[in-house]
């Protein structure tokens, strides 16, 4: 089993940052894929970033340019840094682990996740 506990979130103007952390405990592997999703209020959950064991990324076109996901393996944690955040990126944002070397971003692809933190842009 794998915990995950995400952390970073809060309310924040259009145009300014936060920083999402992610700490994975338990049966951890620097194999495993890491990503980012997140959920509007009456919207179904949208896959945001992800990162495989070795490094690649991949963002859905929305964040490509303002948010970035990056990987401390000695810490086991990760980090989407999101910058320049708009109204429409207000969400509970989950932290997800999947058993793959691929870079999955669909959301049955994982098979652990976190409990979500709230992240809120006003405008």
């Known amino acids: 089993q794998v915990q995950l506990v995400e952390s970073g979130g809060g309310l924040v103007q259009a145009g300014g940052s936060l920083r999402l952390s992610c700490v994975a405990s338990?049966?951890?592997?620097?194999?495993?894929?890491m990503g980012w999703f997140r959920q509007a209020p009456g919207k179904e959950r949208e896959f945001v970033a992800a990162r495989t064991w070795n490094g690649g990324t991949t963002y859905v076109d929305s964040v490509k340019g303002r948010f970035t996901l990056s990987r401390d393996s000695v810490k086991n944690t990760v980090y989407l840094y999101m910058n320049s955040l708009k109204p429409e990126d207000t969400a509970v944002y989950y932290c997800a682990a999947a058993l793959t070397r691929g870079l999955p971003t669909f959301i049955n692809a994982y098979n652990y996740w976190g409990q979500g933190t709230q992240v809120t842009v006003s405008s």
């Open positions: 338990g049966r951890t592997s620097s194999s495993y894929a």
